[in-house]
T-cell receptor, first 114, second 119 residues
Framework: AQSVTQPDIHITVSEGASLELRCNYS??????LFWYVQSPGQGLQLLLK??????LVQGIKGFEAEFKRSQSSFNLRKPSVHWSDAAEYFC????????????FGSGTRLQVQP | GAVVSQHPSRVICKSGTSVKIECRSL??????MFWYRQFPKQSLMLMAT?????????EQGVEKDKFLINHASLTLSTLTVTSAHPEDSSFYIC???????????????FGAGSRLTVL
């Protein structure tokens, strides 16, 4: 069965500082990988996804993530955090064939200090 | 892009009543939709897969008689919480993709969610 681990429950960074959110997955093969962001009381917005090809993927809002097969990781990064980035971030994996439901990690809550 | 609409966004009901939540794909047809449940400050847990024209597939531990799912058309799936109790209070989110089951490259679009509070 596939699973996703986000080791950091809560992260606080200063505005303008760099950010890295960790994500590790367990899957029998190479899955599809996603990062979503959720503001309080809202649905999920897709930040970026990895299907194949270049292991460094660019997303919206200045985010990027790197797929490292050897480490089963898909960490999310941003060079300079803005106050509006404060939210909950979810890493998710999905199968390449068959059922397309996603499995989510437990989430990382990002707080941005002025 | 693909848009998924959920209604209502918030609902408060009394214990013992039933509540229906609608999930619509606005600009595409979705043969499959997924219903997730999210407890406060927790992750999304898949409840069931809604299949147009056939029975829903429920995840282990989800009571199918309590959470009735109907996928009557290619653009509408409904989740009915029957005889709701306070422990059913949660954030329910649906998602869908315009792709086919075996087209894994498609990306799920999520609705804005429906917050259910059972008094």
């Amino acid at each position: 069965a596939q699973s996703v681990t986000q080791p950091d429950i809560h992260i606080t960074v200063s505005e303008g500082a760099s950010l890295e959110l960790r994500c590790n997955y367990s899957y029998g093969a190479t899955p599809y990988l996603f990062w979503y962001v959720q503001s309080p009381g809202q649905g999920l917005q897709l930040l970026l996804k990895y299907f194949s090809g270049d292991t460094l993927v660019q997303g919206i809002k200045g985010f990027e993530a790197e797929f490292k097969r050897s480490q089963s990781s898909f960490n999310l990064r941003k060079p300079s955090v803005h106050w509006s980035d404060a939210a909950e971030y979810f890493c998710a994996v999905g199968a390449r064939t068959g059922r397309r439901a996603l499995t989510f990690g437990s989430g990382t809550r990002l707080q941005v200090q002025p | 892009g693909a848009v998924v609409s959920q209604h209502p966004s918030r609902v408060i009901c009394k214990s013992g009543t039933s509540v229906k939540i609608e999930c619509r794909s606005l600009d595409f047809q979705a043969t499959t939709m997924f219903w997730y449940r999210q407890f406060p400050k927790q992750s999304l847990m898949l409840m069931a897969t809604s299949n147009e024209g056939s029975k829903a597939t429920y995840e282990q531990g989800v009571e199918k008689d309590k959470f009735l799912i109907n996928h009557a058309s290619l653009t509408l799936s409904t989740l009915t919480v029957t005889s709701a109790h306070p422990e059913d209070s949660s954030f329910y989110i649906c998602s869908a993709s315009p792709g086919t089951v075996n087209s894994g490259a498609n990306v799920l679009t999520f609705g804005a969610g429906s917050r259910l509070t059972v008094l």
